[in-house]
């Protein structure tokens, strides 16, 4: 039997951080916890970022994963709204480095065929496969199922 490799998975972002934690050993997945970060969206932007920098640390302490995953930001049209997001992946990418853990990155595709099997699939169908790999697993926000999705992707790509 090899040793289990605790997963955090993130899904950046500045109103809704996805967040899940899974265990994954001898090929197998199993559910620990997940959630949504939800900053105020009327707080400047240093006390928003400041919110997820905590609370991904303290979800950090809580789970104590092995390593962390994050999904990459696709080009918006919005050159604002890019940026923003950026800023959101910045501190996704900060609180799990700053506690020594290795941090995988994948694109949007690779994470939705990685679940799915396809890399264009909708938000749907990556809740129904994450609920079909994950039994155990509970979360009424897509930020979660698709932070668990790059926590899953990243076990089967680490």
Not at 78 to 94: D, E, P, Q, Y
Request: glycine content about 8%.
């Amino acid at each position: 039997m090899t040793k289990s490799i605790r997963i955090l998975g993130i899904d950046p972002g500045l109103q809704r951080c996805g967040w899940g934690v899974i265990d994954y050993v001898d090929n197998k997945l199993s559910y620990v916890s997940g959630g949504c970060i939800k900053p105020d969206t009327k707080a400047p932007m240093a006390e928003r970022l400041g919110a997820i920098d905590a609370a991904l640390t303290e979800v950090i302490a809580m789970w104590k994963p092995d390593e962390a995953a994050i999904e990459e930001t696709f080009s918006n049209t919005n050159a604002a709204s890019t940026l923003k997001l950026g800023m959101a992946r910045g501190v996704a990418f900060i609180a799990p480095a700053r506690a020594g853990l290795t941090v995988g990155e994948y694109a949007a595709n690779k994470v939705k065929k990685s679940v799915v099997g396809a890399g264009h699939a909708d938000k749907t169908q990556i809740q129904m496969m994450v609920k079909v790999l994950l039994p155990k697993a509970s979360f009424e926000i897509a930020d979660t199922a698709d932070a668990l999705a790059v926590a899953i992707c990243h076990a089967h790509h680490r």
